[in-house]
Every structure is written in structure tokens, then in C-alpha cells.
């Protein structure tokens, strides 16, 4: 079995580390016997999401997300049939933000792609913390790193999980994050995956249960990645 991973526009949305999830996601695989090949697409290339497995999309700058979504917008309807047939999708911050409706700033609107039913306006100073998230669908926290001026709001959704430790998506309702089918959504820099082998690994199982229904993804011996998990759960949560 194969995983194909396409990692979104690397040159333009690579903040804090992102490029490590795509490290993780690979290794893992790997360690497992799963042959897994990473396509990276920069701005002008086209994307054949019919054999694509999961899609990345990182982190940017205001200014390099309005780039990134003036050609989102020219494959949208691809993109969201992708999503609508279970694809793995795994969205970080400004990644994030664009599968909404819009994002708000103070003096310009960058337009999303409408995939998910969430905006975002920008709110007074930057959110800027470590952060806990209790999700329920996973038997350990998920650790990360947040900083945004943005403030998202979910309505409907799924969020990942609640925040226990930092804001979140808006600093006011408790929650990070959002699900939606096989897409997940979030403000968590660091990388997120390296700090979350059980999160890297339930995208994992997504994706190749897409493939085979009823795989079940062998575990592997994550002490060392689980000690450090806790130890930041520790930290910043009583």
C-alpha cells in the first residue's frame, strides 16, 4: 500500500516548523513498511487530488495566504470535492483560515474557499501561547504552539477539542480547532504532529482506511514521544 502526500505551497506557507508535520507523517509510514511519497506543489502547479491521499497546507503570512488563495480559488471546486469524499486534509493557521468563508482584517478581506461553514476576523493583539487541547476521539492530549491575530469561529462545527491551556480559536469560546469528516483544522504550531504521534497517527488511519476500510494501523513504541507530550501537559495544565 501507498500514501501519497501533497504538501501545499511549502515556499509560501511553511511557518514554525510546519514542514516537520510532513516529517512525521512520512516517518511514520515508513516505520510501519507503508511506502509513502511526498509531492510538494508551489503556486502555478496543477493538483490531481484524485491520487492524492492527504493534503497539507501550513501556516503563512497575512500577504502570503491572499497569494495563496487568489489560486485556491481557481481549483475550489476540486478541492472541496476532495473533502466531500472523505479526503485527509490537515490545515494549519493560516491554512486554516482559508477553508472558511473569509478572513477579516482590519483594512482588507481575503475571501476563503468555502469548504468549511467558519470565518475569521482579526481582534485586538496577537494570541500567543502554549497550548492543551482535550479532544474525544483521542485518549491523550494534543500539545502545540499558537500565535495569531485572527480569531475563527466555528458555529456548527466540530472543534478539534477543548482548550484546557491557551485561546484557542478566538480566546472566548474554549475550543481549538475544528473536524469536519477527515479534515482537521487548527491554530497548533511547534510542529503539531511530532508533539502528537496519536493525532499524526489517527490521520494516518484515515487516510489508508480510505483505501481499505477496515485497516487497522499497527501501533509503534512511542514512549519517548509520549513522555514529552506529557511532560508539556504537565507544564501548562494543573
Not at 141 to 146: A, K, L, N, S, Y
Request: some cysteine.
Amino acid at each position: 500500500m501507498k500514501i501519497t502526500i501533497a504538501h501545499l505551497y511549502p515556499e509560501l506557507l511553511n511557518l514554525y516548523g510546519d514542514r516537520g508535520n510532513i516529517i512525521s507523517l512520512k516517518k511514520r509510514l515508513e516505520w510501519r513498511g507503508i511506502e509513502a511519497e511526498v509531492k510538494e506543489y508551489s503556486i502555478t502547479d496543477n493538483i490531481d487530488f484524485e491520487n492524492i491521499d492527504i493534503v497539507f497546507v501550513g501556516g503563512g503570512s497575512d500577504r502570503e495566504q491572499l497569494l495563496v488563495c487568489n489560486r485556491l480559488k481557481e481549483i475550489k471546486d476540486d478541492f472541496a470535492k476532495y473533502v466531500e469524499n472523505n479526503g485527509v486534509v490537515v490545515a494549519i493557521c493560516g491554512g486554516y483560515q482559508l477553508l472558511g468563508h473569509y478572513y477579516k482584517m482590519q483594512d482588507e478581506t481575503i475571501e476563503g474557499l468555502d469548504i468549511l461553514n467558519i470565518y475569521t476576523e482579526s481582534g485586538k493583539g496577537r494570541l500567543i501561547s502554549n497550548v492543551v487541547v482535550k479532544s474525544d476521539f483521542l485518549d491523550r492530549p494534543i500539545v502545540g504552539f499558537e500565535n495569531h491575530g485572527g480569531r475563527t469561529y466555528i458555529g456548527s462545527h466540530k472543534p478539534l477539542g477543548k482548550a484546557i491551556y491557551g485561546n484557542g480559536n478566538n480566546g472566548r469560546d474554549g475550543f481549538e480547532g475544528v473536524v469536519y469528516k477527515n479534515v482537521i483544522g487548527t491554530y497548533l504550531h511547534g510542529p503539531l504532529l511530532p508533539k502528537n504521534p496519536h493525532l499524526c497517527d489517527y490521520i494516518i488511519e484515515k487516510a489508508l482506511q480510505n483505501k481499505d476500510e477496515n485497516f487497522i494501523l499497527q501501533s509503534l513504541d512511542d514512549e519517548i514521544e509520549m513522555n514529552a507530550n506529557e511532560y508539556v501537559v504537565n507544564r501548562f495544565h494543573d
